[in-house]
Structure formats: structure tokens, C-alpha cells
């Protein structure tokens, strides 16, 4: 079993950063790959971003690339979303999620641990 909680979450202006952290505990982290989903009111969960468990793999969505940086720290039990030049569209609820069986994947189903998710608000 692995718990994750997410903290960082906000309100901030157009244009400007935040940066989520996701904590980890239970059973051991390292093997997992992590992803970053978000949701937004009356839509679907979709994925952000994803890292595999050595940090070496990234993937992330086309709407943000070049905008968020996925990053982990083994050796706390973290994983982090930094988020530059952000845009209200990306105002939604951040969940952290861990995944023991593939890589780093966009595929909801693939994680089998989520966090309860942290707030971000992005006003124009």
C-alpha cells in the first residue's frame, strides 16, 4: 500500500508559477513510475505528466510541454510539478498517483495509488 498526499496548490495570476509536491508513504517508492492528472469541474480526469521510477523517462501532455517540469527525489519520497506561465484553462484539481506495474504512461487505469488532490486556480 502507498499513500500520497499533494500539497502546493493555490491561486495565482496568469502567467505566473507554482509548484506541487507529492509526498509518499508506505511501502517502497522507488519502483514506482508517478504521474500528475488534473480535473477540472464537469470534465474528465486527464493526464499532466508522468516520470518513470529512476527519473531518466518523462512524458508529458501537449498542453503543457514546455510549461511543467515533472521531477522526483527518491531519496525523500517526492515527486514535484513545477508549473510556469500558467493559463486559467489549466485551473483544476491536481492529483499525484503512483503506478507499480508500467512506466511512465498516460493512461489513467495504469495507477493503482492516488492522492486526494490539491486545488490550483489560475485567474486571468
Known amino acids: 500500500q502507498v499513500q500520497l498526499v499533494e500539497s502546493g496548490g493555490g491561486l495565482v495570476q496568469a502567467g505566473g508559477s507554482l509548484r506541487l509536491s507529492c509526498t509518499a508513504s508506505?511501502?517502497?517508492?522507488?519502483?514506482?513510475?508517478m504521474g500528475w492528472f488534473r480535473q477540472a469541474p464537469a470534465k474528465e480526469r486527464e493526464f499532466v505528466a508522468a516520470?518513470?521510477?529512476?527519473?531518466?523517462?518523462?512524458l508529458y501532455a501537449d498542453s503543457v510541454k514546455g510549461r511543467f517540469t515533472i521531477s522526483r527525489d527518491n531519496a525523500k519520497n517526492m515527486v514535484y510539478l513545477q508549473m510556469n506561465s500558467l493559463k486559467p484553462e489549466d485551473t483544476a484539481v491536481y492529483y499525484c498517483?503512483?503506478?507499480?506495474?508500467?512506466?511512465?504512461?498516460?493512461?489513467?487505469?495504469?495507477?493503482?495509488?492516488w492522492g486526494q488532490g490539491t486545488q490550483v486556480t489560475v485567474s486571468s
Open positions: 498517483a503512483a503506478n507499480s506495474f508500467q512506466g511512465p504512461v498516460p493512461n489513467r487505469g495504469a495507477y493503482n495509488y
Open positions: 508506505g511501502r517502497t517508492f522507488s519502483p514506482y513510475s
Open positions: 516520470i518513470s521510477w529512476s527519473g531518466a523517462r518523462t
